[in-house]
């Protein structure tokens, strides 16, 4: 059975940070200790029930695609074994297929996202603008409608509590200059084009992904945090796809609609999501999983 982390505790090691979904742990030798909780996140609110199994299922669809896309894009992974560096008597099980260890990188202050698809805020920028991120888009395109080649949008990093902002490609130039913002541009786009042709042979649409990068010491680029999970990415059964609508995703989409049915004000504490819900967002997250990665969780 999957297993079930809603807070991990690490005694010895030093957290440098505890975001939505993971805790970050720093180790020596520039080296980073990162778990895969199975917190749940909506509107920006962590939720108080998790998900089992969640943050399992992110960490192997992160590491099938970094390992699928190493040829294109270095990443942050290293090989080193989990039992080397977790502290004594820990559970290894509880944690070995959700933790990884990685490079400790410099990140890039952006959110590198790679759009096939108009939909989400994309689709709401379109409408108010005719453009989105400063790129003009043809006249007359409706709700998911695929766009004529793949575009980079990149957004802000927002502070925990607030919401991302999307922004100009020269807004990113301004705060990284022209030679890295170049780097993400090209290797979002780049690993956003293999994972799309790769998935549409397996039935499911990539409508759009988020990827985070860093720099090491030398100003080397590498792919980090996640990799084409449900969580940073909208997956679309392409047998369920038509434009002019919002397709069902293997995402946290029924988290969305009941918590839209609810007297909740989108502030913390959010409410207590029923089991059923719960059941039906693990159900959707482990059936990308096995269709992308040909991976079966308990």
């Given at each position: 059975?999957?297993?079930?982390?809603?807070?991990?505790?690490?005694?010895?090691?030093?957290?440098?940070?505890?975001?939505?979904?993971?805790?970050?742990?720093?180790?020596?030798?520039?080296?980073?200790?990162?778990?895969?909780?199975?917190?749940?996140?909506?509107?920006?609110?962590?939720?108080?029930?998790?998900?089992?199994?969640?943050?399992?299922?992110?960490?192997?669809?992160?590491?099938?695609?970094?390992?699928?896309?190493?040829?294109?894009?270095?990443?942050?992974?290293?090989?080193?074994?989990?039992?080397?560096?977790?502290?004594?008597?820990?559970?290894?099980?509880?944690?070995?297929?959700?933790?990884?260890?990685?490079?400790?990188?410099?990140?890039?202050?952006?959110?590198?996202?790679?759009?096939?698809?108009?939909?989400?805020?994309?689709?709401?920028?379109?409408?108010?603008?005719?453009?989105?991120?400063?790129?003009?888009?043809?006249?007359?395109?409706?709700?998911?409608?695929?766009?004529?080649?793949?575009?980079?949008?990149?957004?802000?990093?927002?502070?925990?509590?607030?919401?991302?902002?999307?922004?100009?490609?020269?807004?990113?130039?301004?705060?990284?200059?022209?030679?890295?913002?170049?780097?993400?541009?090209?290797?979002?786009?780049?690993?956003?084009?293999?994972?799309?042709?790769?998935?549409?042979?397996?039935?499911?649409?990539?409508?759009?992904?988020k990827f985070e990068f860093g720099t090491d010491a030398d100003g080397k680029l590498y792919v980090m945090d996640e990799m084409l999970t449900p969580d940073s990415s909208r997956f679309w059964p392409a047998d369920q796809y038509r434009v002019g609508i919002s397709p069902p995703s293997y995402d946290k989409q029924f988290v969305r609609d009941y918590l839209e049915t609810?007297?909740?004000?989108?502030?913390?504490?959010?409410?207590?999501?029923?089991?059923?819900?719960?059941?039906?967002?693990?159900?959707?997250?482990?059936?990308?999983?096995?269709?992308?990665?040909?991976?079966?969780?308990?």
């Open positions: 059975m999957p297993t079930s982390l809603l807070q991990s505790n690490l005694p010895g090691l030093e957290l440098i940070h505890r975001g939505k979904v993971r805790d970050v742990y720093a180790l020596s030798n520039d080296r980073l200790l990162i778990v895969a909780t199975d917190r749940l996140s909506a509107f920006d609110v962590v939720l108080p029930n998790p998900i089992p199994g969640k943050g399992e299922m992110l960490t192997q669809i992160s590491n099938f695609w970094f390992a699928q896309t190493a040829h294109l894009v270095p990443n942050h992974l290293l090989d080193v074994p989990l039992a080397e560096v977790l502290p004594a008597g820990t559970d290894l099980a509880l944690y070995e297929k959700r933790a990884v260890v990685a490079r400790r990188l410099k990140p890039v202050p952006v959110e590198a996202i790679a759009r096939g698809y108009l939909i989400g805020s994309g689709w709401k920028d379109y409408q108010a603008t005719g453009s989105l991120c400063g790129i003009t888009l043809p006249a007359g395109l409706q709700q998911a409608q695929q766009l004529p080649a793949p575009i980079f949008t990149p957004s802000t990093k927002a502070a925990v509590g607030d919401h991302d902002e999307n922004v100009s490609y020269d807004a990113v130039v301004a705060v990284v200059g022209s030679e890295l913002a170049g780097k993400v541009r090209d290797a979002t786009l780049e690993i956003y084009r293999w994972a799309a042709a790769y998935a549409a042979e397996r039935g499911i649409i990539i409508a759009d992904t609810q007297d909740w004000n989108k502030q913390a504490p959010g409410p207590v999501i029923p089991d059923n819900v719960i059941a039906a967002t693990a159900a959707k997250y482990a059936e990308a999983l096995q269709r992308l990665a040909g991976i079966k969780l308990d």
